[in-house]
């Protein structure tokens, strides 16, 4: 079955304390991306990547990072997170400019 | 920068009413539009795109949208809503930028239907 997988679903931790939310699809799309979903403010894209060690920021990058050593594979790493990285996160692949197909989610929050 | 604009933020209708939801796009080259939508407590999902071609374009659940190139939008049309259509719709645009494609996303509406 083709999908885009996300671990951990659900994610509480504190202030500073560097976290990696895993994100894998297995339709060997060349794009993907991390969305952060925030009432209000919709989808914003914090990087995308365009294949294999090749990433670029998106609109919300400030203290984010991401690295695609694999094509399948696309984590978001927070170094220190704040409580203002609370949110919705969405990882999506896609090929080109076609359909994005999107992970169901990770709610973080950070106290 | 691209921008993606949902005129509506939050609709609220009885069933079996008729639906438009609003998407209008800044960017002046070639384009290729979606309509996603995400049901309470699940991920995006596409619910159609126009790439080329007719631009009356359908999609499931009986929506469909029409392209309006002189006007940039891609405005989202149902002729009659059921309650489990209540969802959170977003338009999208993708262009090319740079060697690479750039998805923009409008901020959502909030559709909700009363029984």
């Known amino acids: 079955e083709a999908q885009v997988t996300q671990n951990p679903r659900y994610l509480i931790t504190v202030t500073g304390k560097k976290l990696t939310v895993t994100c894998s699809q297995n339709?060997?799309?060349?794009?993907m991306s991390w969305y952060r979903q925030d009432p209000g403010l919709g989808l914003r894209q914090i990087y995308y990547s365009m294949n294999v060690e090749v990433t670029d920021k998106g609109d919300v990058p400030e203290g984010y990072k991401v690295s695609r050593k694999e094509k399948r594979n696309f984590p978001l790493i927070l170094e220190s997170p704040s409580p203002n990285q609370t949110s919705l996160y969405f990882c999506a692949s896609r090929t080109g400019a076609d359909t994005q197909y999107f992970g169901p989610g990770t709610r973080l929050t950070v106290l | 920068a691209q921008s993606v604009s949902q005129h509506n933020h939050h609709v609220i209708l009885s069933e079996a009413a008729s639906l438009e939801l609003g998407c209008n796009y800044s960017?002046?080259?070639?384009?290729?539009l979606f309509w996603y939508v995400q049901y309470p407590g699940q991920h995006l999902q596409l619910l159609l795109k126009y790439f080329s071609g007719d631009p009356l374009v359908k999609g499931i659940k009986g929506f469909e949208a029409e392209f309006i190139k002189s006007k940039f939008s891609f405005n989202l049309r149902k002729p009659s809503v059921q309650w489990s259509d209540t969802a959170e719709y977003f338009c999208?645009?993708?262009?090319?930028?740079?060697?690479?494609?750039?998805?923009?996303f409008g901020r959502g509406t909030s559709l909700i239907v009363h029984p």
């Open positions: 339709m060997n799309h060349e794009y």
């Open positions: 960017y002046g080259g070639t384009v290729n």
């Open positions: 999208a645009v993708t262009h090319a930028s740079g060697g690479s494609y750039i998805p923009t």
